[in-house]
């Protein structure tokens, strides 16, 4: 005998919608339309669900997948923003190493700004043999 692996699986979101789109279209039960498929049936309710939600088939109160794709964006920022609240050394290296390459920048532009105005630069020296 074969065990079945409850090992959660991603599905593209073509497979997605075409699972739904047969239960939506043929009008028969998820359980035969994920058995045809060969996924399971409960996973495939949650699709069904999601859907109706989407289309504000459902009743409101329940999240639409932008706002879920919106709410795990906007928590992942909030743990990022935290663990730089929580480990203040990172943020201050982090700051330190941006200043030192402000730093490095303006003064490599500064000495090229110096460099072509000395009267010894060759452009000082073309300018005096025209002149």
């Not at 919106?70 to 050394?89: A, C, G, M, S």
Request: proline letters at 3%; charged letters at 35%.
């Amino acid at each position: 005998m074969s065990k079945k692996s409850y090992t959660s699986q991603r599905y593209t979101s073509e497979c997605t919608k075409h699972a739904v789109e047969l239960v939506r279209s043929s009008g028969r039960r998820v359980t035969d339309v994920a058995r045809e498929l060969g996924v399971s049936t409960e996973g495939r309710r949650g699709w069904v669900k999601q859907a109706k939600i989407d289309r504000d088939e459902e009743p409101t109160g329940a999240l639409t997948t932008a706002e879920r794709e919106e709410l795990t964006r906007l928590r992942k920022r909030d743990r990022e923003q935290q663990v730089d609240h929580q480990n203040p050394e990172k943020s201050l290296a982090f700051f330190a190493k941006e200043m030192k390459q402000a730093r490095s920048t303006a003064s490599s532009t500064r000495a090229a700004r110096v460099a072509s105005s000395s009267p010894t630069s060759p452009a000082h020296a073309a300018d005096r043999a025209q002149g």
